[in-house]
């Protein structure tokens, strides 16, 4: 007995200390695959990090545009069946995802508006557009222009150009920029004048935003946001949209250069 009685000790002295490690060792948090177009990754950004201090959650931002063919795209990650739980986007897109069944219908929130504004690389002249006249002629004088291939890059050189009744005129010297933000574009200087959401424009340096495109040329796109189906973590997922919908995140929504639903 008094031999057996040392080796016990010693199992579980030995044994003790390996309980209590695993014990002490928390659980990793959850993390959320977030999706984000350019146009709301901004305010992603911003409310990032209180939110996981407050909640636990981890979130994993990756910028995908809305729509377009390039790989990067929202939907066409979603087709790979690319890992994701969150989606922030252009609102049509969106709806189109839901129909399709890769987005929860329920889940789905609008988040703040958006308008197509002018940028110029920074110390350029800053070309006249407060009003059509002004904006029909800096469209026209301009040596080159550069658009997003997503929604407000599709509005202007399908619908609006047409509208005015220039889109064969500036055919030649307009350049659809996919995968990158326009602002970039202009920043390097392979473009003189550029247009992209606003939201989109204001986080990137080296440009001058000059402003808002008119009212009368101007286009309002709506984001929204929507847990993926297939997401691995559904209910944290719920959570976080409903703080992103909530007025605690309309101040940072703002600032990002949208206009928040929630105010």
Same mark, same amino acid.
Do not use: C, W
């Given at each position: ?15 003790i200390p390996a309980a209590f490690v695993q014990a002490a060792t928390p659980p990793a948090p959850v993390q959320?695959? #977030? ?11 911003? #409310?990032?990090?209180?939110y996981e201090q407050r909640v636990g959650v981890k979130l994993q931002g990756e910028v995908a545009p809305s ?14 069946? %690319? $890992?994701?739980?969150?989606?922030? +986007? ?7 995802? /839901?129909?399709?069944?890769? #987005? ?28 059509? =006249? ?10 080159? /222009? ?17 509208? +005015? ?12 920029? $996919?995968?990158?933000?326009?602002? =970039?574009? @202009?920043?390097?200087?392979?473009? =003189? ?9 204001? $986080? ?8 808002? /495109? ?5 286009? +309002? ?13 559904? %209910? ?5 949209? %409903? ?9 940072? /929504? ?6 928040? @639903?929630?105010?």
């Amino acid at each position: 007995m008094k031999k057996i009685l040392p080796y016990l000790l010693s199992a579980a002295i030995t044994f003790i200390p390996a309980a209590f490690v695993q014990a002490a060792t928390p659980p990793a948090p959850v993390q959320l695959i #977030v999706l984000s177009s350019g146009g709301i990754m901004g305010a992603f950004k911003a #409310v990032t990090p209180d939110y996981e201090q407050r909640v636990g959650v981890k979130l994993q931002g990756e910028v995908a545009p809305s729509m377009g063919a390039t790989p990067q795209a929202i939907p066409n990650r979603l087709a790979r069946q %690319e $890992p994701a739980d969150v989606v922030l +986007m252009v609102g049509a897109a969106l709806d189109k995802l /839901i129909k399709d069944g890769q #987005v929860d219908p329920k889940t789905r929130v609008d988040l703040g508006k958006s308008y197509i504004a002018m940028a110029v690389k920074h110390g350029a002249p800053h070309p006249d557009i407060s009003n059509m =006249e002004a904006f029909k002629q800096t469209l026209l004088d301009a040596k080159s /222009i550069a658009y997003s291939d997503s929604a407000s890059g599709v509005y202007l050189s399908r619908v609006l150009f047409n509208q +005015m009744h220039i889109a064969d005129r500036i055919q030649s010297k307009s350049h659809m920029i $996919p995968a990158e933000p326009v602002g =970039e574009v @202009i920043a390097r200087g392979d473009a =003189e004048i550029g247009f992209q959401q606003l939201s989109e424009l204001k $986080p990137v340096d080296g440009i001058d935003i000059i402003g808002l /495109i008119p009212d009368q040329a101007q286009q +309002m796109t709506l984001y929204s946001a929507g847990v993926v189906s297939k997401s691995k973590h559904p %209910e944290q997922a719920k959570q976080f949209l %409903e703080f992103l919908s909530s007025t605690a995140a309309a101040p940072a /929504i703002k600032a990002s250069g949208l206009d928040p @639903i929630a105010k």
